[in-house]
């Protein structure tokens, strides 16, 4: 009683909206929430039943004096109108009929709600949080069944019959809810007792298992809620804070005899099976010591994703990116992708050659891209399986990207052509943080992809770790609780209600453009691979595994036994598809040579020539007409819309751009203002992401103005430069590196048409983003076939500011370069180029404006795309002699890899005693220490602006114009880490080991950089010293 007496104070003004509609149709429930308040009191402060006694003796008095649903409620609990004494007082003895009436409706509802909601026990009594929404509120319906079934759409998921092994829980609750009516005795809980099960109770609007009935029996009720959330199907989805979204869910999975298929849909449906687990069957038998990462145990996982895939061909998807794990990855590309099994077959053969550059990878990372017609909607398709590495869960925000990419090409603003679904396991799902972070991108306005089938592979068991060593919430799906998807658990042994929950799923996406979680829930009928010997860790588990009659099998018999099909159709049915194997297998064997290109997961039609290679192997000068400079320069410098205020101090900063345009010069943030312009002017979209860009970290970018009296009122002076011009994005991240890094990564795959670039707020937070960086950027291209054109910018520079802010780790990019120390090139006409093409990545420390404007112009003009990593400045965004001219920009200009001097000493090159070769800011450090000292004639400084590939071109011709000097490099970063052991034994290769190459700098250290001003000054001036020390290295050797 007191759980029934607490629930009316909850309500508050929710039931006033839903009294009002008792004259509207019971299942025209999506324009309830609009209807008027008129019947329940906003925030009711006293107990249930002292409140409907009160409405009760106001009734006796005059019926017109309460609402009508009231007055109807009332006279169907006692049968007749009203009683009073002749004095006209009202019958007391009718109050307590009344209130056990009502108190008995209200349990009811609340046992209703307990079996669609997932709380604790404690919530459900102290918890409203839900009460926000009329419609997810228990209700407090007169006449109508209110508070019993709610706790079967609360709760019914624990208890629901999840695990096709029947060991383990459905959660790591471990617990029955005392609240679902499990036993008779159960009932007590509600203060109902066995002789209210044939009672009947109308139904409540939250509840659709009445189908065309508007009541039933307690007993029908309690039959009818078990069926829909305590089987093979477990729903949480009450957490979601829309209505309309809960009331979509209830009608889906409440309705009788929703899960019907026809006999065409469950012949289909085995077929399917048929394919999935004879596919494994097969590579078992060809291939038995053969890791394969296979499906086992999970079979149902084909036909689901098909369904996914169907449903949303129905609704009008044209475009859908995978994203999986390793797990069954080969299956659904033979059956789901359709890849040609003859492809796939000889990737088991280890004689075969590999015909593509580079190294290859495992036949379980290999992406896919086809096209096709959906057999079932007769529509063209394109699916694109996206290649990822063993870091589980690293490729979910690589897919979410391609996916934005593919949607923001199409025009496909609201996500109603193309969308993406993500495999996931349970363990990892549960364990990596990039799955949170990729759900934090969900709802963001440029980064959503408008909605993402999640589909978990729950095995139960994650390599050899039980999930309760492996995850602290109940379910593995619960991260999907914090963006409001709805999950739905299914056990993976019943096919039907895989395949209805999956169609649903997709329904609902494309629907409502929201995140779903389909939770599979099934087993993993071999270890981790097939290698594995899950019994040391796991024996009770394999025990049941291996006496656990397959999917198939169970499925098969269902059907014989209805009739649907026969034992030979089923028969014949395997002996087609073994055969269509066997073929392709024999037809495998003819095959002598690897292409990996045929795996490609993003073909850029058009981009390269037949083959695959660029179409040429030059690149035009980076420069634009001087009159499209100063046009650049005076958009950056305005505010184009009218009656648009800005902040005084920004008024200063366009001022100042204006007066740069004036006089022909560029600083850093105009530069690559001019860089972007030109070409979105060309056709090319620019899209920049990272935290704080729109402002910049430094606040030097200022791409997105701000309106300072109407708020979120702002300008991109960007997309105002030229009629027809194309797009450019700029936006701020989430605090994320990691899911946002992989984001832009996904994006750059979809087109070479389009400069993509991420900012790091402070060039070492890459590290957190490390595993794209090494997985993806840096080897992608050798593992995959795959060119990506993205841009990295890092903020790098040793300024005093501590440890944390100063280093972008120039060293550990460098590492990853994959041009050969010791291999001295051969010069060609088109060496720059060609040594560009056969690079893995391009890094640059640029020390001018007009270097940064020319590299990012020649990031599109190269015939081919490589990731591009950019030092970028932080001093120098405004410091006084880091400008450039125009002259440095304009047509028939080019990106300089090396800055030779062109000082005093150039012109007396046998007079210079020592060259300096540096890159990036300390070049300025040093042009002002040279000059104080006098040594302008003496001390020669050269610049290395592209740092690898290594321009040893440039760098010959640079130590020969001065053969006299003695050769030094000199960085601000410590020995062990930034350039030198990159650019030292190359400097050896180059010289013939001729000549040193001195290192000054500052000494090795564990930090890159001191938090202490004073000793940062200290071991600047020391090196700088050393640096211009003639003598300095007198008497050593090398």
């Given at each position: 009683?007191s ?10 003004a ?17 324009s ?10 906003n925030?009711?402060?006293g ?41 006209g ?14 108190e ?42 209110v ?31 005392s ?17 209210d ?26 039959r009818r809620l ?53 596919f494994e ?48 990855r ?40 086809h ?9 063209n398709?394109t ?26 090409y199409?025009?496909d ?9 993500l495999?996931?396991g349970?363990a ?58 709805p999950?739905f658990?299914?056990n ?9 929950v999956?169609?649903?799923?997709a ?67 395997i ?34 020539n ?38 005084t ?49 430094f ?12 708020d ?6 960007m ?5 027809g ?37 402070f060039?070492d ?40 802010h ?6 550990r ?22 040594q ?19 590299v ?13 990593i ?7 965004l ?8 125009f ?57 290395l ?21 003695e ?21 050896m ?16 250290a ?12 200290v ?5 700088l ?14």
């Amino acid at each position: 009683m007191s759980q029934l007496r607490l629930l009316p104070s909850r309500l508050g003004a929710q039931a006033t909206g839903l009294l009002a509609t008792r004259g509207i149709p019971r299942r025209s429930w999506r324009s309830r929430s609009s209807e008027p308040s008129a019947a329940f009191p906003n925030g009711t402060s006293g107990g249930g039943s002292s409140y409907v006694e009160a409405m009760y003796s106001a009734w006796l008095e005059n019926p017109q004096s309460v609402h009508q649903s009231w007055d109807s409620f009332f006279r169907k609990a006692g049968g007749e109108t009203p009683l009073a004494t002749p004095e006209g007082r009202p019958v007391p003895s009718r109050r307590t009929k009344a209130s056990k009436l009502v108190e008995d409706h209200l349990a009811v509802q609340s046992l209703i709600r307990a079996y669609q909601l997932k709380h604790k026990p404690s919530e459900l009594t102290s918890c409203s949080r839900d009460c926000s929404s009329p419609l997810q509120a228990p209700l407090l319906l007169p006449g109508c069944l209110v508070t019993f079934g709610g706790r079967n759409q609360i709760r019914g998921h624990h208890v629901a019959q999840l695990d096709p092994l029947g060991i383990l829980d459905a959660d790591l609750d471990s617990f029955v809810p005392s609240d679902l009516i499990t036993t008779i005795d159960k009932l007590a809980f509600y203060d109902l007792q066995e002789a209210d099960l044939d009672k009947e109770f109308q139904l409540p609007t939250t509840t659709f298992i009445g189908g065309s009935e508007s009541s039933l029996s307690l007993r029908e009720i309690i039959r009818r809620l078990e069926s829909t959330y305590c089987q093979h199907i477990g729903l949480e989805f009450m957490f979601i804070n829309d209505v309309e979204q809960c009331q979509w869910i209830r009608q889906k999975f409440e309705t009788p005899g929703v899960m019907q298929f026809s006999s065409e849909e469950k012949r289909t449906l085995l077929a399917r099976l048929v394919r999935s687990m004879r596919f494994e069957d097969f590579l078992a038998r060809k291939w038995s010591s053969e890791k394969r990462f296979g499906l086992e145990g999970c079979e149902v996982m084909i036909p689901a994703l098909k369904t996914i895939i169907d449903k949303s061909s129905e609704m009008g998807i044209e475009n859908v990116i995978l994203g999986m794990p390793h797990r069954g990855r080969l299956n659904v590309l033979a059956n789901v992708i359709r890849k040609d099994l003859e492809q796939i077959f000889c990737q088991f053969d280890p004689k075969l050659e590999a015909a593509d550059e580079g190294s290859g990878d495992v036949k379980y990372h290999l992406g896919m891209y086809h096209e096709r017609i959906n057999r079932v909607t007769n529509r063209n398709i394109t699916l694109s399986l996206v290649a990822n590495p063993s870091h589980l869960e690293a490729v979910d925000p690589v897919v979410q990207g391609k996916t934005k990419a593919e949607q923001f090409y199409r025009g496909d603003a609201q996500g109603k052509k193309v969308m993406s679904i993500l495999v996931h396991g349970d363990a990892a799902f549960a364990g990596q943080g990039v799955v949170y972070e990729t759900f934090h991108l969900s709802d963001l306005p440029s980064y959503t992809t408008n909605g993402t089938v999640h589909v978990v592979v729950n095995n139960q068991i994650g390599f050899t770790t039980d999930p309760r060593m492996a995850r602290s919430s109940p379910y593995p799906t619960d991260v999907a609780r914090v963006v409001n998807a709805p999950i739905f658990h299914v056990n993976a042994d019943d096919p039907e209600a895989v395949i209805y929950v999956c169609s649903v799923a997709a329904e609902w996406r494309n629907t409502f453009n929201k995140d779903v979680v389909v939770d599979l829930v099934c087993y993993r009928r071999r270890g981790h691979n097939e290698m594995d010997e899950p019994m040391f860790t796991q024996p009770l588990m394999y025990k049941q595994i291996h006496q656990q009659v397959p999917v198939l099998k169970k499925y098969a018999d269902k059907l014989i036994t209805e009739g649907t099909v026969t034992l030979q159709e089923f028969e014949e049915e395997i002996a087609k598809y073994d055969r269509i194997c066997e073929e392709a297998y024999g037809r495998s064997k003819d095959k002598k040579i690897l292409h990996i290109k045929h795996w490609l997961d993003s073909p850029w039609p058009g981009f390269f020539n037949v083959d695959g290679e660029p179409k040429s192997m030059t690149c035009p000068p980076t420069g634009i007409p001087e009159d499209v400079l100063t046009h650049i320069g005076t958009v950056a410098s305005s505010v184009p819309l009218e009656d648009f205020k800005i902040h005084t101090g920004l008024s200063r900063i366009l001022r100042a751009r204006a007066d740069m345009t004036r006089k022909r010069t560029v600083d850093w943030a105009l530069a690559e203002y001019m860089a972007f312009g030109s070409l979105l002017k060309e056709g090319i979209h620019v899209r920049l992401s990272g935290q704080d860009v729109e402002r910049g970290t430094f606040s030097h970018r200022h791409h997105v103005l701000h309106d300072q009296e109407v708020d979120r009122r702002t300008c991109v002076p960007m997309n105002h430069l030229w009629p027809g011009q194309a797009p450019y994005t700029v936006c701020n991240s989430s605090l994320s590196e990691y899911g946002v890094l992989g984001f832009e990564l996904g994006y750059a795959m979809a087109s070479p048409n389009a400069l993509v670039l991420w900012e790091a707020q402070f060039g070492d937070f890459h590290n957190t983003a490390q595993c794209i960086i090494d997985q993806f950027i840096s080897t992608g291209q050798a593992k995959w076939v795959r060119h990506n054109g993205i841009v990295l910018l890092l903020p790098h520079g040793m300024e005093g500011m501590g440890p944390e802010h100063s280093s972008a780790r120039p060293e550990r990019f460098l590492q990853m370069s994959n041009d050969d120390s010791d291999a001295y090139p051969v010069f060609t006409e088109d060496f720059e180029v060609s040594q560009l093409y056969d690079c893995n990545w391009i890094v640059v420390n640029c020390s001018t404006p007009a270097s940064y404007f020319h590299v990012l112009r020649r990031q599109i003009l190269l015939p081919f795309r490589k990731p591009l990593i950019i030092f970028t400045p932080k001093s120098l965004l405004r410091h006084p002699e880091a400008k450039s001219s125009f002259d440095q920009m304009v047509s028939g200009t080019s990106f300089q890899r090396v800055i030779p001097e062109d000082g005093v000493a150039a012109r007396t090159p046998g007079q210079v005693r020592r060259l300096i070769f540096c890159t990036g800011k300390v070049y300025y450090d040093l042009v002002k220490e040279r000059s104080s000292q006098g040594l302008d004639g003496q001390v020669a400084l050269t610049r290395l602006e592209q740092i690898s590939p290594f321009p040893f071109d440039l760098i010959e011709q640079e130590a020969a114009r001065f053969p006299g000097a003695e050769l030094v490099w000199c960085q601000e970063e410590h020995k062990n880490m930034g350039y030198y052991d990159y650019i030292s034994p190359r400097f050896m290769t180059i010289l013939g080991r001729t000549r040193p190459i001195w290192y000054v700098g500052r000494e090795p250290a564990a930090a890159p950089a001191t938090g202490n001003r004073n000793t940062h000054l200290v071991s600047l001036r020391k090196f700088l010293d050393t640096a211009f020390d003639l003598r300095a290295f007198e008497g050593k050797t090398f």
